[in-house]
């Protein structure tokens, strides 16, 4: 029994300690560190890169002469002839085993350039893989970004919501003191009891949004379930984003996104990518010129009666040409067609920068109209704890109403609370700009 309730005891010790949450301070670059080494999408596209160097090096290949080598062995039953009046009708007697050697190798020399066009294909094809590297990696940067700025606002948020708790229940103990001394009124007791439990159901209901916002961060992350992601107490709001939002800067912007962002990077590739397959497809027009190598060694020497028992070599090295008459008319519309999508690239390309160009006007737009809000904010952040202080004080001094108390209490919570989404705001849009630049 005392072995039963030690087992007991020591499972209850454990398992606890087991189920501690890991909780992590990440910076938001430690968390992008994090998910480009983690992130499955991140890791698919990577591996699909991988595969597109494969293929450039299975096309690179083709340039290298194709050589075979075979080998058999067989029992060779006698021969038998109709002479036709040359030689006498019967069976003669052969050597009954035989067996061969054969090396044949062929290299292709020119074939419309198609071979060097096949391996600038493969190319153009592993970029686009790498563009699509670096656009998954700059969408979970900014969905990562989101989740870690929410986390950081709630958080930011969390400490407003505590700290008006503690005001309030410091402005509570003093009109429960008034009350006891029969100077404040019940209903004005009742008032801020209700108002402090307002706020502490809030703060309820904030912790709760925490979690789940914590669950998404690290399921994007691919970090375990109990591990608990606490944000920088302060982030910074980069110091060029001030000259980034001058108005001068805009169509530098453009020229600049239209560089450097993977989509539009992705749109020029396959307008190079139409070229390239209109070019192999006019190369099936093409004779094809090849060297070739052929030689055998065959037992037995069959052609004399009788046969011999020898081995027999025979070499030949020549030159092949291949006439494709056929394709003169098979190909003529696979070549419009291929030409076809030349101007459909072409015209998805001026579509993805013309979008291209709004997005990073809007996002411009949206980013400095964050920055200006907040430096309105600041005032207003200020006042409203300047006006929380003076009106605290009165109605310690019985110059004020508890409405105004209340009053100011509330403004004071919403200017904290604007402000902090003001900030996050902020930062969310520059992000979201430098992802549209190509830059995140």
Same mark, same amino acid.
């Given at each position: 029994?005392?072995?039963?309730?030690?087992?007991?005891?020591?499972?209850?010790?454990?398992?606890?300690?087991?189920?501690?949450?890991?909780?992590?301070?990440?910076?938001?670059?430690?968390?992008?560190?994090?998910?480009?080494?983690?992130?499955?999408?991140?890791?698919?596209?990577?591996?699909?890169?991988?595969?597109?160097?494969?293929?450039?090096?299975?096309?690179?290949?083709?340039?290298?002469?194709?050589?075979?080598?075979?080998?058999?062995?067989?029992?060779?039953?006698?021969?038998?002839?109709?002479?036709?009046?040359?030689?006498?009708?019967?069976?003669?007697?052969?050597?009954?085993?035989?067996?061969?050697?054969?090396?044949?190798?062929?290299?292709?020399?020119?074939?419309?350039?198609?071979?060097?066009?096949?391996?600038?294909?493969?190319?153009?094809?592993?970029?686009?893989?790498?563009?699509?590297?670096?656009?998954?990696?700059?969408?979970?940067?900014?969905?990562?970004?989101?989740?870690?700025?929410?986390?950081?606002?709630?958080?930011?948020?969390?400490?407003?919501?505590?700290?008006?708790?503690? &005001? $309030?229940?410091?402005?509570?103990?003093?009109? *429960?003191?008034? =009350? %006891?001394?029969? /100077?404040?009124? @019940?209903?004005?007791?009742?008032?801020?009891?209700?108002?402090?439990?307002?706020?502490?159901?809030?703060?309820?209901?904030?912790?709760?949004?925490?979690?789940?916002?914590?669950?998404?961060?690290?399921?994007?992350?691919?970090?375990?379930?109990?591990?608990?992601?606490?944000?920088?107490?302060?982030?910074?709001?980069?110091?060029?984003?001030?000259?980034?939002?001058?108005?001068?800067?805009?169509?530098?912007?453009?020229?600049?996104?239209?560089?450097?962002?993977?989509?539009?990077?992705?749109?020029?590739?396959?307008?190079?990518?139409?070229?390239?397959?209109?070019?192999?497809?006019?190369?099936?027009?093409?004779?094809? &010129? $090849?060297?070739?190598?052929?030689?055998?060694? *065959?037992?037995? =020497? %069959?052609?004399? /009666?009788?046969? @011999?028992?020898?081995?027999?070599?025979?070499?030949?090295?020549?030159?092949?040409?291949?006439?494709?008459?056929?394709?003169?008319?098979?190909?003529?519309?696979?070549?419009?067609?291929?030409?076809?999508?030349?101007?459909?690239?072409?015209?998805?390309?001026?579509?993805?920068?013309?979008?291209?160009?709004?997005?990073?006007?809007?996002?411009?737009?949206?980013?400095?109209?964050?920055?200006?809000?907040?430096?309105?904010?600041?005032?207003?952040?200020?006042?409203?704890?300047?006006?929380?202080?003076?009106?605290?004080?009165?109605?310690?001094?019985?110059?004020?109403?508890?409405?105004?108390?209340?009053?100011?209490?509330?403004?004071?919570?919403?200017?904290?609370?604007?402000?902090?989404?003001?900030?996050?705001?902020?930062?969310?849009?520059?992000?979201?700009?430098?992802?549209?630049?190509?830059?995140?």
């Amino acid at each position: 029994m005392k072995k039963i309730l030690f087992v007991i005891i020591l499972i209850c010790v454990i398992l606890p300690a087991h189920a501690q949450s890991d909780s992590l301070q990440l910076s938001l670059k430690k968390v992008f560190d994090i998910a480009l080494e983690k992130n499955r999408d991140i890791k698919l596209s990577t591996e699909q890169l991988l595969k597109a160097d494969l293929n450039v090096s299975d096309k690179t290949n083709s340039k290298l002469p194709n050589v075979g080598f075979s080998a058999s062995a067989g029992y060779l039953t006698n021969v038998g002839v109709l002479g036709l009046g040359n030689m006498a009708d019967d069976f003669y007697d052969m050597p009954h085993f035989a067996n061969s050697y054969a090396l044949q190798a062929s290299l292709l020399i020119y074939a419309g350039d198609r071979i060097n066009t096949d391996i600038n294909l493969s190319k153009l094809e592993r970029d686009l893989a790498a563009l699509s590297v670096q656009r998954n990696e700059q969408n979970i940067k900014l969905i990562l970004a989101g989740y870690y700025l929410d986390l950081y606002q709630l958080y930011q948020q969390k400490t407003v919501f505590e700290k008006n708790i503690v &005001l $309030s229940k410091e402005l509570l103990k003093k009109i *429960n003191d008034r =009350y %006891t001394e029969g /100077i404040a009124l @019940k209903s004005d007791k009742i008032r801020n009891e209700l108002l402090l439990s307002t706020f502490e159901l809030s703060l309820t209901k904030l912790l709760d949004q925490i979690r789940i916002t914590n669950n998404n961060l690290i399921t994007t992350l691919d970090l375990t379930e109990n591990t608990i992601i606490v944000p920088d107490r302060v982030v910074e709001i980069p110091l060029e984003l001030q000259d980034l939002l001058m108005d001068q800067k805009i169509e530098e912007l453009k020229a600049e996104a239209l560089k450097a962002n993977p989509d539009s990077r992705e749109s020029e590739t396959k307008v190079d990518i139409a070229a390239k397959k209109l070019k192999m497809v006019r190369s099936l027009n093409y004779p094809e &010129l $090849s060297v070739f190598f052929s030689g055998t060694m *065959n037992r037995p =020497y %069959t052609f004399d /009666i009788p046969a @011999k028992d020898i081995y027999a070599n025979n070499n030949t090295l020549g030159v092949r040409v291949n006439i494709p008459i056929g394709n003169f008319y098979l190909t003529k519309k696979k070549i419009e067609m291929a030409a076809k999508d030349i101007d459909i690239a072409k015209q998805s390309q001026e579509i993805v920068e013309r979008n291209l160009s709004r997005d990073v006007k809007n996002n411009f737009i949206r980013c400095r109209q964050a920055f200006d809000q907040m430096q309105t904010l600041y005032k207003q952040q200020e006042l409203a704890d300047e006006n929380y202080r003076r009106i605290s004080d009165n109605y310690v001094e019985q110059l004020a109403l508890n409405t105004e108390v209340m009053d100011a209490t509330n403004q004071k919570l919403e200017a904290d609370l604007r402000m902090s989404q003001a900030k996050v705001q902020i930062l969310y849009s520059y992000y979201q700009l430098l992802k549209t630049l190509g830059e995140l």
